[in-house]
């Protein structure tokens, strides 16, 4: 259920009934010579939507613009400083659980953002206001993530081109994969990111010439297909699963 | 153009010759029995694509969240806080400039936003980082509107309603119009919304018992699409002037 | 009753008895070359007492720089950002509700302030502190301002003209106001302060080259006396409505 | 010079040849049950303008609530929060440095308020906006202001009773001035305000009953009259002693 | 007890029976050519856990850099912005009353957070969360430390020379003392520290070359060792003081 | 170089020649019934003061108490909320490049402040004010620790408890380590620590009863000082490669 496609006397019984909700986030960033710079707020919107379509549970407006300072010195990247993203995420947040929301679902498809949703979850959950947890999509598939891609590449690789090729095919350019992967970095190992244990660049320019990372070559749209289908259903279980628990399961455990 | 769409390398040349960004924003909160509670944020992305589309400025994704807590009482609306709202905005903003844009105008579907952004557009203007205006679609064409209904109703009303059945005309329950009438304030000037010239309620919820105002009976898909034509001319004129203004002439005056 | 001429033993027996207070806040900025820059904070000050004096409630003492910055280019305009200006207002009215205010008029006589107030008020609602509205004499008389003057001006214009010749008229320069009328702009039609729907200035240098609107040369003391009688007996009214409310009404509406 | 009694081309001259302003701030809190709450930002506005009226240089208008936590429970004390406070004293003092103010004289006339002034002309300075320092009139003459009275008391004792006799005799009740004294703490010495090197009280009520100290039946009209002669006398030759100095001189040394 | 230095076990049983932290608080910042620059959270850790060792009341790990701005211009001085120093200390101490501390004593070494404290103290106290106090070693034995040194110096003076000469005799350039006596400004008295009743100066260096006060040469350790035990007295007796007060007398006391 | 134990001049001639400083951070926090709260910042400070003495550089005073909430259900954790936590670094951080530090190691021992150091580092990182890196000693030798126990354990395992017993072996309570390891989680691949992806916990309770992890038997002080060894050579090679950089190339990237 998109809350955003439904007038209010519709959605009063979902919160009657349901106290969970799905917030797409993204970014809006550069993701090399191949892909849209929508592509992470594309991801996200794909799953949170087929998450709430399967299951029933409301899908919120998503998030599109995250913390991307990183990949400022490319053309059209956009980014909000981490503290004002917070504040963002939190304001939307505790507006739910104004309507009875008490566990919601961060359905992100940007690395940036994590820690920055940890932290507004954190807030959130200390309150006692509702439990948010953080969920990337490669992160619940690892194995077959692995399994499809030699080199994944961490950002705008083929795992992110394969969704795109399946999610939204006409924005990506199939005639520059092969510029993507060799104006780019194919192996990130091979890359010096860190330098004796500590990780030494801030920026994704510092390793990679045109921003991304991998093999993009190795990506086709039934791949993509493939991996949204294995993440959707671990989506919708995490979902379900959150669903199920005691409230008093999720709030902060006792001082001992 | 709309730059969620592209890849950096073809939004590097956009850069090189423009200085201009079309930046939609709007709300997600209830909007009646018969309007879907994204009519905001639709309202407000239709125009800034269609400027977008026919003066090829670059238009960035949709703020789909807005200051709507005087909303709040009616199930699925959403809000952010006014201080996370303009610290939201002005972060994005900012990183505009850093690619080179000057000059931006806030396509803005909820009046809510107004004032915010507004100071967000003072504050950039005060550093000489960026010439923003706020653009209202209805405010644009006040005396069309006018001779279009007969009692508009400044939330949503028919002038919404109509273009939301333009936009997306399967989100209006058309069969809810006479109960949106019924069930809201026809007349906004019947409701003492002022006492001795003093604005006396903060919620809608105290003006409205279904959150809307006017008579929606008298919304069509036509004029919808006349309004709509009609607004988008005048936002295309609106970003050919800017675009055509010297810099100069937009940063702030010297001292007298 | 002026709160700041009593002593605590003679402010206890109004608290117990009580919960309206009344706040006078202005500006201190340019108001052309025939008024003084305090001419904001003196007129609200004027109401305020005006009103307290009429009817007991309590008057604190007046905030008097505002939110001015668009008036800065002009020499002794003072402002406070509007982060700080809310942040201020804000503290000072719940130190109120410490002493059992639960009502608060704020008795304001600058634009540039209206919005910041109503923020404010909105806050202190949400939280269930008080009840605060926003005053400005002139939207509590709009059809006598209409009748006295041809060009009211929105700024420094005839209508605070003949206030401050009423309330303090040793502080009006009389033979400039053919100055002030011609140097500044007569008729605020007439400028292209929107274009295309949208607000394209953000200082008041923009559209007047001495900082003023209106024909001043059509203010007189008597007119002036006329205005403030009658917009304080709209004040008086208001206090009188707002005192005799229940707490319960005016505090947020419970969701739907 | 008092900047909100002149209109804006009368104060460019001014701005023209000096650089100098001068600030009064005070409270509005209770003072016993003699003195009205107004006292201290009577008194540092009487020393202001005096001072301004002998030197010729500019007077703002008066900052009247200040930082007063310490005085709540006694009815009517007004105060803001610290940092609302200095933020609010912040952005106006900076306003000044934009018309061409570097040098400040906060006319203090509330011991609350000294750290946070103190504060706020620090970051001023390490900026090099301006050099601002902190004033009140009692540290100016401390040999004077114990010569005259027996028992000065630290606050609403006979040095404050005095000035406002002097210079709002009207406000005093002269009648409760042994009830002052007897109800509150005559001699401060005799409080265990600190215990073993700590200061070990919050708020004023925990040292003296009717918030009040010293002996107030020693103050008169003619002391009050003498203490502000002669403390009038330093403030201008603190302004004449400010306004000479080198700007180099004012501003931060350089790093050893 | 020394916090960090047990494990959660042990501690447990400590909470349970007792209420009160000591918090140790100093600066790392010049201390002339003869002392270390951690000469105050030295000094502030020696008393807290020679406090903590004598009573067994609870000693938290130190804060180390504290409000040193002033001390900026020689090489090595640290410091934190106050804000940042006020918001690090709370919620340094709200997180002890998540554990039951309801009674904090900051053992502080440095004239530069002594505001700060006590405002942080001032939050805890109003919200109900402890009361906190605040505590510098000399301001618990004035008149020993006037009877030991002829010229006490405020910063950097014999009596923290002695002091450390004890604490960390190591640390002390015995022979470079008369350097800091000659260098520095020997008599405060003689410096014009402040003019008219206003403090004119802002940092350390306007007052002394190198950055020192008083006569150094009078130190010696036994002073040190005598002026360490004449202060640990006191600030035993300081915890004995407030462990043994009721919590109801230590909160804010009621409204009149 | 430990800048806590030097006086100013001998520092002057550090920062003519040096622009890099090393800062110790840690926790204070439960770590199990058998180490010490202090265990963090134990082991960051030894890790720090050890590169110092090998290389020269400046060491500055450790930061105790960093973000540790997850852990405060166990007596005695302490923390500072996560936005404190980055201004007070930060604030911490600029100071050291008013003095001339360019370049910044954190030796950090707490993963919890691990994604806060990289915020603050960004932050001195866009503004050109330092390149920050944080290093975690675990971090440098992934192998070795892998080699060395069976069950590392991410809070308060073998790893941490080797390295106390070879830093400060008094503070390990070796008659508890195999109720450390039984009471606790052993194997934390065991715990369903994320759920389809998503990490659904908060806190360190919600997976281990006595809050630790590992297998804490396994440790000894040999492998301790093993650890020591190989991780301190690690830091001072990361501290040479650091010192060895061009400036230009540790500053932002300019925009492609």
């Known amino acids: 259920m998109y809350l955003a496609e439904h007038a209010w006397p519709d ?6 009934s349901k106290s969970l909700a799905i917030v797409p986030l993204g970014s809006t960033e550069q993701h090399g010579p191949h892909l849209p710079e929508g592509t992470d707020h594309l991801i996200a919107e794909g799953f949170a939507r087929e998450a709430a379509a399967r299951t029933g549970y409301l899908c919120t407006p998503t998030i599109n613009v995250g913390v ?3 990949h400022r010195q490319f053309p059209g990247t956009m980014w909000v400083d981490p503290p004002a ?3 963002y995420v939190e304001s939307f947040s505790r507006n739910l659980a104004y309507h009875g929301i008490d566990r919601i679902v961060y359905v992100n498809a940007h690395g940036g953002n994590v820690e920055h949703l940890r932290e507004v979850g954190r807030r959130l959950h200390e309150d006692g206001v509702a439990f948010a947890v953080e969920w990337m999509w490669n992160e619940s598939i690892p194995e077959l993530v692995d399994e499809v891609f030699e080199q994944n590449g961490p950002h705008g690789g083929p795992k992110e081109t394969a969704l795109i090729q399946h999610l939204a095919g006409d924005l ?3 005639e520059r994969l092969e510029d993507a992967r060799d104006g780019g970095l194919r192996d990130i190992e ?4 860190t330098k004796f244990g500590s990780r030494t660049f801030y920026d994704a320019i510092d390793n990679s010439d045109n921003g991304v990372f991998g093999d993009q070559t190795d990506a086709t749209p039934q791949k993509g297909e493939r991996l949204f289908e294995a ?3 671990q989506l919708v279980e995490l979902c379900s699963w959150l669903a199920g ?3 008093d399961d999720l709030l902060p455990a006792s001082h001992v």
Chains 1, 2, 3, 4, 5, 6 share one sequence.
């Not at 959605?11 to 009657?16: D, K, N, P, V």
């Not at 091979?190 to 990111?193: I, Q, R």
């Open 11 to 16: 959605l009063a019984s979902y919160f009657e």
């Open 172 to 174: 990506v350019h199939d």
């Open 231 to 233: 993440a959707s259903d």
């Open 245 to 247: 628990q005691d409230i």
């Open 85 to 87: 993203f917070r504040d």
């Open 68 to 70: 991307s300072a990183h």
């Open 190 to 193: 091979t890359a010096e990111t």
